[in-house]
């Protein structure tokens, strides 16, 4: 089994993301990312944008977002 695997047929959370912290609106198993769109469960959530309400996989998908050059 594989990580993308472990989600089929789990419901997606929707989730209002906070300064350091985020609240569970809707329970589910994951969040997707948005540059990525790749399932990220909610216990290995790291990363995210209060003003965009999203969600990154790692750090590479926030800076894909921002637009910022490596």
Do not use: H
């Not at 790291?46 to 998908?61: G, K, L, T």
């Amino acid at each position: 089994m594989n990580r993308m695997d472990r989600y089929f047929g789990a419901a997606e959370a929707q989730v209002e993301y906070l300064d350091g912290d985020f609240r569970v609106r809707r329970p589910g198993a994951f969040v997707r990312c948005a540059v990525t769109g790749e399932p990220i469960p909610l216990e290995e959530l790291r990363y995210w944008s209060v003003d965009r309400q999203e969600a990154y996989a790692n750090p590479e998908a926030v800076l894909t977002r921002l637009g910022v050059k490596r």
